[in-house]
């Protein structure tokens, strides 16, 4: 076991140190030259969130009903935020880091991750202004909470799979980076985010009662089962409470790590020719 | 000098028991180049209809084998284009060889470009970090050098500056510190030796004849300057249209590099000759031959005058002149010249004219002479105008080669002989012959190496 430990960390110090190096060097150019400095990391989320909250929850009036209606939102909205920034920012890393991967060998998937890591801590502050919010709203927190860490890591594999395809397919094909643009619009309204599921299921028309397939999409599962425990358990539609047949519920685990599958393979199959590529 | 050689030779013999930490085995590279510009899908779908590849193959390195044993010093040189750097990038594994195999023992720290990833608006330290990581020296192991890399800089006072505050000079510097002081096992130099003002390349010279005697280093050097690698490595191989032209002794190596060079130099002298309609540089229509060559050995004792011919042809009507001047390659300037006005030839046409020059007073040296024909002018009776000269091939070289001789200054004792007025404070010494070539041949030596790096030493200074 000790020796597994041992070997998992030689053959990954190298690309963990760079991983440090680049995440830090990042989250230091980011709010370079501002007078607040790292202070806009969380004054960006609040002030966007408030603008958010009032539109949302004050004047269009978007509801489920629920007074925790408005957190939930903000929350979906964070998530896919998450989403949005690491596949564009990751999308163009490994064509932007070009300078490094023609000097010198590192693993290059690094660039890759470092730009999801990045978009990573911008999540994990928006998590801690929803969770003010929350406490604000007079949220009741369950055990389901236990679950979010693990929807994290799924979320974060799905991102990542979606990342590294993009930034392999930008090497080659440039129009990569406005097909997702429009893709990933689509994705969002695609998803209960901004609307409840029940709105659907309520005005959908014809295509009502197609509205629960929407949760099959792994991002759409995510961010519900995110919603659902951390913040709304009693309210949230999510797979688990929407179908009962377990061939139905495991199609976004099984799509997620399919996706993760070939994303490190093609990447993988690629990475060696960047350097001459660009 | 002979215990020096035998000294190299049981060095280099060292080497060849020492484990071996780069092997490079057969390895091919070629690179598709797109031969239209546009690379969209209108033309793909062109391309694709007419049946054209819309590339072509270059085959950058061909065939390419050698191995690098731990401690050594090991040179690659070739001209431009030669495939060098893509060599140098299949070594890092930036690039990946189609066929063969290239295998690494040890931690290998390339440095293709000074730099990477430096970033203006971080200070020299964190850059100094970020470099060291992306070369995959934790923050610990950083630590360790970072004395060291700022000493060598010599930016004590600016670490906490922003890198775009720093001269180019400064960044460059702290660039290469990082890279001489990384901590690796082999280190790949390109072309980097060309920095600093002479104090750096001072240190950068200690530093390479240091990383020299350490046996657990070893270095892969790539570059033009063939007095590097003479002074540094142990082994060079020269590359040319990707295959290995040359292996061994950095001596042998760089004498081949030179005479490549020489044959490209004369290529293009060929063509420049053919754009000039047939004539040698220096000659026209008017003057169309003009030529010196030499009758005695080109390499030669000084002790008897060397003699050699003037070919020319000039047909205008009038008096014409040859001028012929000794210049000094290796010392520079002009020795002797025999005056514009002073020798003039009695016959028009195509005739050869034999000189002769007495080399008596002459150290060791390398001389070249120049003739140029000349006719007076119109309106300057002491002045004259060039018709035609003698450059190039049509130039004569030779040297003087002889024990008797000092290498480093002109003029030999027998043509001058300095002596103190007051002799009640200097007494005049005078070494064995032995000694004196010794210091001869070093101060010839340093001298050389001097010049062609841009790196003046103290003697020099003295001259200067």
Not at chain 1, 5 to 33: C, H, M, N, P
Not at chain 2, 35 to 50: D, F, M, R, S, Y
Not at chain 2, 410 to 431: C, F, K
């Amino acid at each position: 076991m000790n020796q597994l430990v041992k070997r998992i960390k030689e053959r990954y110090s190298y690309a963990w140190t760079v991983l440090r190096g680049l995440v830090k060097t990042d989250f230091k150019l980011r709010y370079q030259g501002s007078f607040l400095g790292v202070a806009w990391s969380v004054l960006k989320p609040l002030m966007l969130f408030c603008v958010m909250y009032l539109v949302f929850a004050k004047f269009l009036r978007m509801s489920d009903g629920t007074p925790t209606y408005p957190v939930v939102l903000l929350l979906g909205i964070s998530s896919w935020q998450f989403v949005t920034e690491s596949t564009n920012v990751g999308l163009r890393s490994v064509v932007d880091r070009g300078d490094l991967l023609r000097k010198i060998h590192f693993p290059n998937y690094i660039v890759v991750v470092s730009a999801t890591v990045g978009a990573l801590i911008s999540f994990g502050i928006n998590l801690l202004v929803v969770l003010v919010f929350a406490i604000f709203s007079r949220v009741k927190f369950t055990w389901d909470v236990l679950w979010v860490p693990l929807n994290v890591v799924e979320l974060y594999a799905a991102t990542l799979a979606i990342t590294l395809l993009m930034a392999t397919m930008y090497v080659y094909f440039r129009d990569i980076a406005q097909i997702w643009e429009v893709l990933q619009q689509l994705i969002f309204y695609a998803m209960p985010i901004i609307y409840p599921l029940l709105y659907v299921t309520q005005h959908g028309g014809p295509l009502a009662s197609l509205a629960r397939l929407e949760l099959l999409n792994p991002f759409a599962q995510i961010i519900q089962d995110i919603r659902h425990n951390l913040i709304a358990p009693e309210t949230q539609p999510t797979i688990w409470n929407q179908f009962s047949n377990w061939g139905v519920r495991l199609v976004p685990l099984v799509l997620t790590a399919l996706a993760l599958w070939l994303s490190i393979y093609l990447f993988r199959r690629n990475s060696r020719k960047f350097a001459e590529v660009m | 000098m002979t215990y020096q050689q035998d000294e190299r030779m049981t060095v280099r013999r060292n080497f060849e028991d020492a484990p071996v930490v780069l092997s490079v085995d057969h390895i091919s590279k070629s690179f598709k180049l797109p031969t239209e510009q546009a690379t969209g899908l209108k033309q793909a779908v062109i391309n694709w209809t007419k049946g054209i590849k819309g590339f072509r193959r270059l085959d950058v390195l061909k065939d390419i084998s050698f191995e690098v044993h731990q401690g050594e010093f090991f040179g690659i040189v070739g001209r431009n284009g030669g495939g060098k750097s893509t060599l140098l990038k299949l070594i890092s594994q930036i690039y990946y060889p189609e066929t063969g195999q290239i295998s690494v023992t040890g931690k290998l720290v390339p440095f293709i470009e000074l730099g990477v990833g430096f970033n203006p608006e971080l200070t020299g330290r964190e850059n100094v970090y970020l470099n060291g990581a992306l070369l995959g020296f934790t923050h610990e192991q950083v630590d360790g050098m970072y004395d060291d890399i700022v000493e060598f800089a010599e930016l004590q006072d600016f670490m906490d500056q922003k890198l775009k505050n720093y001269s180019s000079g400064m960044q460059v510097r702290l660039a290469f510190s990082v890279a001489i002081k990384a901590q690796g096992d082999i280190l790949v130099l390109d072309e980097v030796l060309a920095v600093g003002d002479e104090a750096f390349q001072r240190k950068c010279d200690d530093f390479f004849t240091e990383i020299k005697k350490d046996p657990t280093k070893t270095v892969i050097l790539v570059t033009h300057d063939m007095n590097s690698v003479k002074r540094y490595c142990s082994r060079a191989l020269m590359i040319a249209d990707g295959e290995v032209e040359a292996a061994g002794d950095p001596e042998t190596v760089s004498q081949q590099y030179t005479l490549a060079n020489l044959a490209v130099q004369r290529a293009e002298e060929k063509q420049r000759r053919e754009a000039r309609g047939g004539y040698a540089n220096g000659l026209n229509e008017r003057c169309p031959i003009l030529r010196t060559s030499a009758v005695s050995s080109q390499v030669c004792s000084g002790e008897e005058p060397f003699v050699f011919d003037v070919e020319y042809q000039y047909d205008e009507p009038g008096d014409f002149y040859l001028a012929i001047a000794l210049h000094d390659t290796r010392r520079g300037g002009i020795t002797y010249d025999t005056g514009a006005k002073v020798f003039r030839v009695r016959q028009h046409g195509h005739h050869t004219i034999r000189f002769s020059l007495p080399l008596d007073a002459f150290n060791n040296g390398e001389f070249r002479l120049i003739t140029s024909l000349r006719t007076p002018m119109a309106n300057d009776p002491r002045g004259t105008d060039a018709v035609g000269v003698a450059l190039d091939e049509n130039s004569c070289s030779f040297a003087i080669r002889n024990d008797r001789n000092d290498e480093y200054a002109l003029l030999s004792d027998r043509a001058l002989v300095m002596t103190p007025v007051d002799d009640s404070l200097i007494e005049t010494v005078h070494y064995e012959a032995a000694n004196i070539e010794d210091s001869a041949a070093e101060h010839a030596v340093e001298r050389a190496g001097g010049i062609a790096s841009g790196r003046t030493d103290e003697r020099t200074d003295g001259i200067a």
